[in-house]
């Protein structure tokens, strides 16, 4: 009786392949030269977060992110569909005794106006960043 081989395809991370087997349990796994080739270029933007991605990125910036990472974020202007102007400590001096509170104050900001733009902006949740804002504050 002869082997007949059986040939299927499997997805892969990057590529698609073909799965050969000879049906004595030795099976080897090639490229098909008909699948489509995974996206190496770079430069290319990964496309603009939706709506509701958009607040949950804002939340996450706000909330949990650490200040460190948020500058990053903020330098990077990541996503580019957030507004990350500021005009600094506003109603708070930048360097009381000393102390730079000018990256709190630019947290702040990137989430008022954020949430203004995301039409979230309501009294309870000026309250949360506020309060944010204050306990960054003091943890100086």
Same mark, same amino acid.
């Given at each position: 009786?002869?082997? %007949? ?6 997805? =892969? ?18 490229? /098909?030269?008909?699948?489509?080739? @995974? ?6 933007? $990964? @496309?603009?977060?939706?709506?509701? #991605?958009?607040?949950?990125? #804002? ?5 949990? =992110? ?8 903020? /330098? ?13 400590? #506003?109603?708070?001096?930048?360097? @009381? =005794?000393?102390? %730079? ?9 990137? $989430? ?6 995301? /039409?979230?902006? #309501?009294?309870?949740?000026? /309250? ?5 804002? =204050? ?6």
């Amino acid at each position: 009786m002869k082997a %007949s081989a059986i040939v299927f395809s499997v997805i =892969l991370p990057a590529a698609q392949a073909r799965v050969r087997s000879s049906g004595k349990g030795n099976s080897m796994i090639e490229p /098909d030269a008909k699948a489509p080739k @995974p996206n190496t270029d770079r430069d290319e933007q $990964a @496309p603009e977060p939706n709506a509701n #991605t958009i607040k949950t990125i #804002t939340d996450q910036y706000v909330f949990e =992110l650490a200040m460190p990472d948020f500058l990053k974020k903020r /330098d990077a202007k990541d996503p580019e569909s957030l507004d990350w102007e500021s005009d600094g400590c #506003t109603y708070v001096f930048d360097n @009381p =005794l000393g102390f %730079s509170f000018v990256n709190g104050c630019y947290r702040h900001d990137f $989430a008022y106006r954020n949430y203004k733009a995301q /039409d979230r902006f #309501t009294e309870t949740a000026k /309250d949360i960043i506020d309060q944010k804002f =204050l306990f960054e504050y003091v943890s100086l």
